[in-house]
């Protein structure tokens, strides 16, 4: 059985820091590239990060030069950094694994193939 299952969330306070950690398992997922969305209460859910399978990155905008996403192949992980945190970066945070592709050092998505079933992320004082 394929699974994603998301760790690290929690209650923390604005300008605190998460570590959100994603495990794959059932398969490999080395060759996928891997993500990191989001779901606020009444929104439709977004990219947050995500991250090839060579390690080409891409962030929303809103985290940019906050968040940072990175990837152990060996483990089959993924990781998600969340620094100076604040209350609208509070959401459901789900790791996703799927098909990109790199040009130009850009990275575009296709899609995600696998989801986790998320992990609560609450920024408030």
């Known amino acids: 059985q394929v699974q994603l299952v998301e760790s690290g969330g929690g209650l923390v306070q604005p300008g605190g820091s998460l570590r959100l950690s994603c495990l794959g398992s059932?398969?490999?997922?080395?060759?996928?590239?891997m993500g990191w969305y989001r779901q606020a209460p009444g929104k439709e859910r977004e990219l947050v990060a995500a991250v090839s399978s060579g390690g080409t990155a891409k962030y929303a905008d809103s985290v940019k030069g906050r968040f940072t996403i990175s990837r152990d192949n060996a483990k089959n992980s993924v990781y998600l950094q969340m620094n100076s945190l604040k209350p609208e970066d509070t959401a459901v945070y789900y790791c996703?694994?799927?098909?990109?592709?790199?040009?130009?050092?850009?990275?575009?998505?296709?899609?995600?193939?696998?989801w986790g079933k998320g992990t609560l992320v609450t920024v408030s004082s």
């Open positions: 996703g694994a799927g098909r990109a592709t790199v040009v130009g050092g850009t990275l575009y998505l296709y899609g995600m193939d696998y």
């Open positions: 059932g398969r490999m997922f080395s060759s996928d590239a």
